[in-house]
């Protein structure tokens, strides 16, 4: 049985395409097949740590959302803590499931254990943050958010430093907040889990490989038993042909998907 996953990077640039790939390669079962890809926007080239930032993007996931379930991929992860416009892009994805890191992390972490925190690079992403776990019902979750003074381009510039910075602050998360463990809460935090993980003696979630991993199990569960999303209720997509093809709402010469590296 083959899995088609399709990991779209939420930036328009593709600098760490082919190191996801690569960390996806690794982990995935036999027979799934992954495409990363970055949006085609030149207006937010570097990060999503601003809700502008994320809005000036949610047209283009939307509409990358669309060409994925076009093109047949049994789920598609939108690649970015924040989970911007995962929403919208679920109404539109078709038979494709849409999953997001924030989300998947928390439901992993709720299997794991009864309190969680977080490790952001600034204390300007946690009311985000925040606001999408008490959305996903994981409230109850959060023993803190911990701040590492990085920037989203900072975490894989000095591994070491951040590295160092990870540890103190898990320490603090688990030692005086209570966490029994830590989400990285940003995707550009992979890499580092396993160290910090038999550092701290705490399960330590990799956003991206919980989110992967999530739509990979999604995507099984498709195949296997017919899952899909639900398209009554909150769930009805707009009119195929009476608006989305008449008004010609998704281009299909003009999909914002570029730079495609395959795991």
Not at 235 to 263: I, M, Q, T, Y
Request: hydrophobic letters at 40%.
């Amino acid at each position: 049985m083959t899995l088609r996953i399709r990991w779209i990077r939420a930036v328009g640039n593709d600098t760490y395409n082919a190191r996801f790939a690569q960390e996806f390669a690794e982990v995935k079962n036999p027979g799934t097949e992954v495409e990363v890809v970055s949006l085609r926007n030149a207006s937010v080239q570097h990060h999503v740590e601003y809700q502008s930032y994320e809005g000036l993007l949610s047209g283009d996931i939307v509409r990358a959302v669309r060409d994925t379930a076009q093109q047949g991929f049994d789920a598609v992860v939108v690649g970015c803590f924040y989970d911007p416009a995962l929403v919208e892009a679920r109404e539109i994805s078709g038979r494709t499931v849409v999953v997001a890191p924030c989300q998947a992390s928390f439901e992993v972490a709720a299997n794991l254990a009864q309190k969680v925190s977080v490790i952001v690079g600034r204390r300007k992403w946690v009311p985000r943050i925040e606001s999408r776990v008490r959305e996903y019902g994981h409230a109850h979750l959060i023993a803190s958010f911990r701040a590492l003074e990085l920037g989203v381009e900072d975490f894989q510039r000095d591994r070491d430093e951040t590295v160092r910075r990870m540890i103190a602050q898990g320490r603090h998360a688990i030692d005086e907040d209570g966490a029994e463990a830590l989400i990285l809460g940003c995707t550009l935090e992979f890499g580092f889990y396993r160290q910090l993980q038999d550092t701290l003696g705490v399960p330590v979630i990799d956003s991206a490989l919980a989110a992967f991993k999530r739509a990979e199990a999604l995507a099984d569960m498709k195949q296997r038993f017919g899952w899909t999303p639900s398209r009554v209720g909150s769930g009805e997509p707009p009119p195929e042909d009476k608006e989305l093809r008449a008004w010609n709402v998704f281009d299909p010469a003009d999909v914002p998907v570029v730079s495609p590296v395959h795991a």
